[in-house]
């Protein structure tokens, strides 16, 4: 029995379909999208629904959704029956269309969709509806598969990340039938993709085909765990909704311009680009070859077949093809507003997948497509450009590595990505857009004018975080359904559009990168907040490139328009013959090498005068397969020596080996004839054979032989002049063999701008400009010497390995030589060949975020205008004879001038002038203490001032003057830690038994702004000890009190290990590892709140830093305009926004902190420690009307529950043989279970 039913192709199902706008409700018949529900339910039962263009005007987009949540509450009454919603696919979601079903109550619908998939888990209405959506996808139903033929396999990870996300494995022999149930057919005959895109049960992603499922013969399809996204057996069908195709060439679009244009593509290669496209529309009205180009490209090869034979004064054909015309040039505009939309030839839309064994390396890729006139084939060696679309970030451009693999051969119109990487870094797809493998297509590019130099790093498009929820309804889906819209991510785009054109650096600008975070987070309809920042972008200044190209483009189109007929050129005008010949030259995009001979050998039976033999020069037989080249010999009776013009002369060579030609990508299909071998005519007439292939042949290479150990190719591209020193530029690649070398040792080594080419009748030299810097020497000596050629190689401008293991080649005689050459005919080959010298250097890395410091200015005395302050300043900073008389000045002024002065002192780092000042102000009885807390808690230094003024007794005890102020000193003196060290334990022991008296509440908040703002290790150890060992006094007092020090000390020490681990700091208090920071756009002041500030993030950085996080802002720039010690500032998070994030500081920030570059590190949140510190707080406050238990806990009024009933009498031992299989810490906690009460601590929640 097989093991899959092919299903009968059923017709289109056509259904009732019910439009709602704003002034009216239109009911009509429609065809309905295929998909497993309608396929498997009675069509008439449906209504499909469509809210896309309602919209009530002057009214708010809320109105709508409210008004479509009232309709699918109360349901949909159409001739007596009653239809409620169903649901609706992902793609219907975005159109604001759905399926209503016949129903009577929304218990029916769920009962109906869970029994199809285990949805019922799913708590997150987003997640749940994208699940359901799967069903509603549009797909036809093409067989009906048995489960016990396909099989669950891991999927290929690296740490947690998923390489193989939605990429399966399927079976040849499986593919088959597929394509036969889809009757999928390619140029007329029977075609097997590699790759389809799927839905099956609760499966969705791609698969791929893998011979060894047919070596197995066990399974004929293997799902990756990432492919299942719910659990069901109900329906069997297996549907395709798409696959992989052909010619599927790749389109320039709005995006990818704006992105390659920002890292650096010029606007005239784009200008160039697309007149080649319009030539390209406009060559198929007039000239046969290229319109047979333009119909194959189109998919319209029928059409083209019978071009060549109607030829085109057919008016059919005629008219189909300026309907195809017209077509392209009226995508020009979408909704009126202009696009780029130009084919690209040198590229590809392909679907994604992962290789299966791991035998590409992380960067690289396969591509092996259906060429045009070159058969199945890798088409490059070198860098290519990846993208998916959308994409709105320069890092979505990757700069992948094309290389081949013989295990990967059988995959054809596709890009296989690798599955391996280094720790922590995304697989290649989801860099692009945060894409996957589950069905994504991607613009892969090999034209080196659109590959470009400039790399910019990827953004790594974190996931969007699940709400989960409790019990999801069918009305909470239907809500979703209603409320969905893209509102946000139009702005958006919109909003990157503006920004892209007005920056200086287009898509570079950290604004577009930001906009970019907000895009991927809006594309399933998530809610944003876009920074008010972001939202007003300046005027643009000059013309940016999507306008030009939009302008080009209207030019053509009126152009094009106004040409009322297509001329008429084939008739008598182009004789028979001629035509063979310029189809047979034409360099075809979409059709294949069998294709062109196939058309030109039915052109010439149409007319019997032409003897096609005699102009097959001009095919690629390197393009061919081997029955294709079978098939050619047969039926035009080829000779022997026609039959040797078939293969690759590089196949055939003395020199090259299997394995140098496999290593150096020299095995593909390449068209090449052998003009010389040593071999076969001797050394001496080799100058007269390099003549020979200067001067005729535009392509050529030459491979000459040292000995067993190394060989090395040139390949040389243009022609030649003999006897001449002329320019070659990058036209020259050099490129070494060593057969017996383990690896690789080289790349192609390509010339630079400068190099030169000498070749005459005994000598060729590549020299740099100058001959005294020669990179290969060829020279033929005198008759008399007895040698025939002899070499001379700097071997290190290949690579520093070939030198190392060659030692020096000077003047060494030459063993053997070749010289491949290419029809100047052969276009085709001609491409191939020059794809050796289309590897574009990555000339700069563009990193996400910009790591160049930037410089402030400090706020100094040099730079006041003196003018605008009182004249009595001068004599303070400017005049001063000696300290005193500057003392003298400010001690005459009245304290609100003293105040002035200090917030001038402040705001320009006079720190002298600053402590004479307070100190003045302070020796002033009475003492004005809230001034003075309040310019403690504005310089914390001060409080060294204060207590140097008013110092403590003898018995530790601050004066009566200062007294009120212990805790605004303490908190002054621990601010003071970082920079003054051991001196601030010095003036905590100085005031330990005002500490003593300090209220609880206090001494706890000190403990904590300790634990918080000292950053190095030991000294904030020594600190909460020195605190802790004041309050001695205190802790003696109840056992209360005792217990709540204990515990608070206990904390304090874990919220600093915390933070120390997250962040650590050296004995100076400085991060040791500046990696784990993360870039501050600015700080902003706070201008009611001094100590707190607005920092701003770029919106696409993801960081740990939340609500209640501790962190530690560490200033990067450097003043232009004298020395300031690294300035850190620690805080915690009190506001947490996307973007922004307010703070206060445990520090004062300097003037010119809004000036300044920052960067901020993540030392761990507080949400727990302070969670603990205010229980502590709240249990010694109300004691009893805290806890009911407070005695027990505190051991008030009885031992604590202690040891000593733990470790009692015999009446506490347990059994023996629990003893025997339990250590001491075990048996003590089993024996707690009988105290009165235990206690175990743990973050809140726990």
């Avoid at 390209?280 to 007039?286: F, Q, Y």
């Avoid at 008296?997 to 908040?1005: A, G, K, N, V």
Wanted: with cysteine; net charge neutral; hydrophobic share 40%.
């Amino acid at each position: 029995m097989e093991p899959y039913v092919l299903r009968k192709r059923r017709q289109t199902t056509i259904g009732k379909f019910v439009q709602f706008t704003s002034d009216a409700i239109t009911l009509k018949w429609q065809d309905f999208p295929g998909n497993r529900i309608v396929h498997g339910d009675d069509p008439s039962k449906f209504i499909l629904v469509s809210f896309e263009k309602l919209r009530f005007p002057e009214s708010s987009l809320k109105v709508t959704s409210e008004y479509i949540v009232r309709l699918m509450k109360a349901g949909l009454f159409l001739n007596g029956l009653q239809y409620r919603f169903y649901h609706h696919s992902n793609s219907q979601l975005r159109s604001r269309t759905c399926f209503f079903r016949e129903a009577n109550s929304d218990e029916e619908l769920d009962a109906r969709i869970y029994k199809l998939g285990d949805f019922g888990r799913i708590m997150n209405i987003a997640k749940r509806a994208k699940r359901i959506g799967l069903l509603f996808s549009a797909a036809e139903v093409d067989l009906q598969l048995d489960p016990k033929w396909v099989t669950d396999i891991d999927d290929i990870t690296v740490g947690d990340i998923v390489f193989s996300d939605g990429c399966g494995l399927m079976a040849k022999r499986f593919a088959v039938q597929v394509s036969k149930a889809k009757s999928i057919i390619f140029r007329n005959q029977r075609y097997t993709p590699t790759v389809f895109q799927i839905r099956y049960l609760g499966y969705k992603g791609v698969l791929m085909l893998d011979p060894k499922l047919d070596e197995e013969k066990k399974f004929l399809v293997k799902f990756r765990k990432s492919m299942k996204k719910f659990s069901t057996t109900e329906d069997k069908s297996f549907s395709v909704v798409g696959y992989s195709q052909p010619y599927s060439f790749g389109r320039l679009n709005n995006d990818i311009v704006v992105l390659l244009s920002s890292l650096g593509i010029s606007d005239e290669k784009f200008q160039a680009k697309q007149r080649a496209y319009f030539e390209w529309i406009e060559g198929a009205s007039h000239d046969a070859v290229k319109a047979i180009d333009f119909l194959s490209s189109l998919g319209k090869y029928s059409l083209a077949e019978r071009l060549l034979l109607d030829g085109m004064d057919s008016p059919a054909v005629s008219k189909e093809i300026r309907a195809l015309q017209n077509a392209e040039v009226a995508q020009f505009l979408k909704n009126n507003r202009p696009r780029t939309r130009m084919i690209i030839h040198k590229s590809r839309l392909l679907y994604g997948v992962c290789d299966p064994y791991g035998v590409l390396k992380e960067g690289q890729v396969q591509i092996r497509i259906t060429s045009s006139r070159g058969g199945a084939t890798t088409p490059i060696n070198g860098d290519i450009l990846v993208v998916r679309n959308p994409c709105l970030h320069p890092g979505d451009c990757l700069k992948l590595r094309a290389v081949d693999h013989p295990s990967l051969s059988h995959l054809l119109d596709c890009i296989v990505f690798a599955t391996v990487g280094r720790p922590g870094h995304q697989p290649a797809p989801a860099m692009s857009s945060g894409g996957d493998l589950d069905g994504d297509k991607f613009f892969v590019c090999w034209d080196p004018d659109l590959v470009p130099s400039l790399v910019h790093e990827p953004y790594d498009y974190p996931p969007n975080k699940e709400r989960v929820g409790k019990d999801v309804t069918r009305m909470d889906l239907a809500t979703y359904f209603a409320s969905y819209n893209n509102m946000s991510l139009a702005k958006v785009s919109a909003l990157h559009q503006k920004w892209v054109r007005s920056s200086p650096d287009g898509a570079l600008c950290v604004q577009c990168q930001e906009l970019n975070a907000l895009h991927s987070q809006s594309v399933d309809g998530g809610r944003i907040k876009i920074p008010d920042r972001l939202l007003t972008p300046p005027p643009t200044e000059k013309e940016f490139i999507l306008d030009i190209l939009a302008r080009d483009a209207e030019d053509f189109k009126q152009q094009f328009i106004q040409r009322s007929h297509i001329l008429d050129v084939i008739g008598s005008a182009v004789e028979d013959e001629a035509l063979v010949v310029q189809l047979l030259q034409s360099p075809q995009t979409a059709l294949s090498e069998f294709e062109v001979f196939s058309m030109a050998l039915s052109f010439a039976r149409k007319h019997p005068s032409i003897d096609i033999r005699s102009h097959l020069t001009h095919l690629d037989f390197g393009a061919l397969t081997s029955h294709q080249k079978y098939a050619i010999s047969t039926t035009l009776d080829l000779s022997e020596q026609q039959e040797q013009y078939m293969w690759n002369s590089l196949m055939r060579s003395d020199i090259l080996s299997s394995r140098d030609l496999e290593q150096r990508q020299l095995n593909r299909p390449l068209s090449m004839q052998r003009l010389y071998s040593s071999t076969l005519n001797s050394l001496a007439t080799f100058f007269q054979y390099l003549h020979i292939a200067s001067d005729q042949y535009d392509r050529k290479l030459l491979v000459l032989k040292t000995d067993d150990r190394f060989s090395v190719g040139i390949f040389i591209r243009g022609k030649i002049p003999w006897d001449e020193d002329p320019e070659v530029d990058d036209n020259v690649v050099v490129c070494s063999f060593m057969p017996s070398a383990s690896s690789v040792m080289s790349t192609y080594r390509p010339c630079t701008t400068g190099y030169r080419l000498h070749c005459s009748d005994n000598n060729l030299q590549l020299y740099n400009k100058n001959r005294s810097d020669t990179f290969v020497f060829l020279t033929q000596p005198p008759l008399q010497s007895g040698q025939g050629v002899i070499a001379s190689i700097a071997l290190q401008k290949i690579s520093q390995r070939v030198q190392k293991q060659l030692g020096r080649l000077n003047r060494t005689p030459v063993v053997a030589i070749e010289i491949h050459v290419i029809s100047n005919r052969d276009r085709v080959a001609h491409q191939l060949f020059d794809l050796y010298f289309e590897h574009v250097q990555t000339e700069v890395y563009i990193g996400r975020f910009d790591s160049s410091q930037q410089s402030h200015l400090l706020k100094s005395l040099q730079d006041v205008d003196w003018e605008a302050h009182p004249s009595w300043y001068k004599e303070v900073f400017l005049r001063k004879k000696s300290a005193n008389s500057s003392k003298a000045v400010i001690a005459a002024k009245t304290p609100e001038q003293r105040e002035t002065l200090m917030q001038f002192c402040l705001q320009t780092h006079a720190e002298e002038e600053l402590f004479w000042t307070f100190e003045i102000m302070i020796s002033s009885l009475p003492l004005r203490r809230e001034s003075t807390s309040s310019w403690i808690e504005q310089h914390p230094p001060l409080a060294f001032v204060l207590l140097k003024i008013y110092p403590p007794s003898d018995t530790q005890l601050l004066s009566s003057e200062t007294s009120q102020l212990c805790f605004a000193i303490t908190r002054g003196l621990i601010r003071s830690a970082n920079s003054l060290g051991i001196a601030t334990l010095a003036a905590l022991e100085r005031i330990s038994s005002s500490l003593n008296q300090l209220p609880i509440d206090q001494y706890l908040d000190l403990l904590m702004l300790a634990t918080l703002s000292i950053r190095p290790k030991s000294l904030v150890q020594e600190a909460l000890l020195v605190l802790h060992e004041c309050r001695t006094l205190t802790r003696l007092e109840e056992v209360g009190m005792a217990y709540v020090h204990k515990h608070a000390l206990a904390v304090a020490f874990d919220c600093a290990e915390e933070a120390e681990d997250a962040c650590p700091c050296n004995e100076a208090g400085r991060p040791r590892n500046a990696r784990l920071a993360y870039p501050v756009l600015r700080l902003v002041l706070d201008a009611k709140n001094a100590t707190r500030v607005s920092a701003h993030f770029r919106t696409d950085l993801n960081t740990p830093i939340r609500l209640h996080s501790h962190v530690r802002l560490q200033c990067v720039s450097d003043p232009q305009n004298g020395v300031q010690d690294q300035v850190i500032l620690d805080g915690l998070v009190v506001k947490a926004d996307k973007g922004e994030m307010s703070i206060d500081l445990l520090h004062p920030p300097p003037p010119e902190t809004s000036e300044m570059q920052w960067i901020v590190f993540d030392a761990g949140s507080i949400a727990t420690s302070k969670a603990m510190m205010d229980a502590l707080l709240r249990l010694c406050q109300e004691k009893e009307n805290c806890c009911s238990v407070y005695e027990m806990i505190v051991g008030e009024g009885r031992e604590s529950v202690s040891m000593v009933q733990l470790d009692g009498d015999g009446s506490d031992e347990l059994p023996q043989a629990y003893n025997e299989q339990m250590n001491s810490q075990q048996v003590l906690a089993v024996r707690s279970c009988e105290a009165p009460l235990s206690l175990i601590w743990g973050p809140p929640g726990t």
